[in-house]
């Protein structure tokens, strides 16, 4: 599940994101001034951060500029009341990934979250090989080897594997595992996720009715463990 806080001191605005982001699966925390932002970013490691230039205490362009000073790398978008080219301009030169001016719709700042935490995966190496309870897991030649027996992988169920073993023991929504491996706004169906994780089962777990390693975390999605 990834985290993403939000710094925004207008409780109306503050309330709407969380429940908006909460009902997309995202885990949320909420800070209402800068400080409360700095403090609430070192001690829950966001995945995302969305922040609001109009603060008080320390405002959201000298928070973001102290984050990366302290060597954070974690996605910005700020959030802004102002229509000033200035501010705009200064959020990005101090390491903003992207911004959106007030008033906003939900679809338009869920688009660009998905896009900039999309871009962030991207950029992050991929996993190549992986071994678990002696199968060897080779990404780069999309392959299982398990008993001295190699076991083709296609690129989607490889994918989804990949994905699960990078949140390992977390669980993983349909929706997450269809935007991280397929990439789209306009997912297929989420049934499309269970055909994969049925054909994985029967490739690689001893029991595919009884897994150890894929299993299924009711009312959310999947986890892998070792």
């Not at 885990?27 to 609001?52: C, M, W, Y």
Request: with cysteine; hydrophobic share 40%.
């Amino acid at each position: 599940m990834e985290k993403i806080l939000i710094v925004e001191d207008e409780p109306a605005m503050l309330m709407g994101l969380r429940d908006n982001l909460e009902f997309e699966g995202y885990k949320v925390f909420t800070a209402r001034t800068g400080k409360e932002g700095l403090a609430s970013a070192a001690q829950h490691s966001p995945n995302l951060i969305l922040l609001d230039i109009m603060l008080p205490e320390i405002d959201g362009l000298e928070l973001l500029k102290q984050l990366r000073a302290a060597g954070q790398t974690t996605p910005v978008i700020m959030l802004t009341a102002r229509s000033r080219e200035l501010d705009k301009v200064r959020g990005l030169e101090l390491g903003a990934d992207d911004y959106i001016t007030k008033p906003f719709s939900v679809r338009e700042l869920l688009a660009r979250i998905k896009a900039v935490l999309r871009r962030t995966r991207d950029k992050a190496p991929k996993l190549q090989t992986y071994t678990f309870a002696k199968i060897e897991i080779d990404f780069r030649r999309s392959i299982a080897k398990k008993k001295g027996n190699i076991i083709p992988l296609s690129y989607f169920e490889q994918e989804i594997l990949r994905c699960l073993i990078g949140h390992k023991e977390e669980p993983v929504s349909r929706n997450q595992l269809l935007d991280e491996v397929w990439g789209l706004d306009l997912f297929p169906t989420t049934r499309t996720i269970d055909n994969h994780i049925v054909k994985l089962r029967q490739k690689l777990e001893d029991d595919p009715k009884n897994p150890r390693h894929i299993l299924t975390v009711h009312g959310i999605g999947y986890k892998f463990v070792d």
